[in-house]
């Protein structure tokens, strides 16, 4: 009797583990896969990073002269999605700041290869960088978010596929 109880409580375990490593959710437009760290986005793959039970990513670039500054968490546990935006507040000045402090950490990710979208720098989470080097990014593009008066914040559910 002992014997079936462990096997049961094992079997368990491990198929746990092995299903919340291969989660998958629909976050709007966003496809996330958790075991491959990635995200789909109109057929376009992206990098993105785990913290205990958060997802996180990033993108930081400059379109037609508006500076665009977004911030995505989706927590696994209850399928919250947060995406913060900077508004159009945020000064030239100080988006030149935060690209230049990306940049910099950037040079400290070994082969580190810049990103570009209409001829513009592009920085999204990078698929040769530690959690931590990721997650300081993260909080320097939040830190300019949460500065401005006009950010915005998205609160939705994803959809577990």
């Known amino acids: 009797m002992k ?3 462990g096997i049961m409580v094992l079997g368990l375990l491990l198929s746990g583990n092995a299903y919340s490593e291969t989660l998958k959710f629909q976050c709007g437009k966003f496809q996330v896969d958790i075991k491959n760290l990635s995200l789909i986005n109109n057929g376009n793959g992206k990098k993105i990073f785990k913290i205990d039970n958060e997802v996180k990513w990033y993108m930081v670039t400059n379109l037609q ?3 665009i500054v977004v911030t995505n968490t989706l927590n696994i ?3 919250e999605w947060t995406r ?3 508004g159009k507040s945020i000064k030239k000045r100080s988006f030149k700041k935060l690209s230049k402090k990306l940049t910099k950490k950037n040079k400290k990710i070994n082969n580190y290869q810049k990103k570009q979208m209409l001829d513009q720098e ?3 989470v ?7 080097q990721e ?3 993260f909080q320097l593009i939040e830190g300019v978010i949460n500065a401005v008066s006009d950010s915005k914040q998205w ?3 994803c959809l577990h596929l």
């Not at 990078?126 to 931590?132: D, Q, R, Y």
């Open 3 to 5: 014997k079936i109880l």
């Open 65 to 67: 002269g508006t500076p």
């Open 77 to 79: 546990e209850n399928l």
């Open 84 to 86: 913060k935006a900077g």
């Open 122 to 124: 592009l920085f999204v």
């Open 126 to 132: 990078s698929n040769f960088g530690t959690i931590e």
């Open 135 to 137: 997650f300081e990014k």
């Open 155 to 157: 609160d939705k559910k």
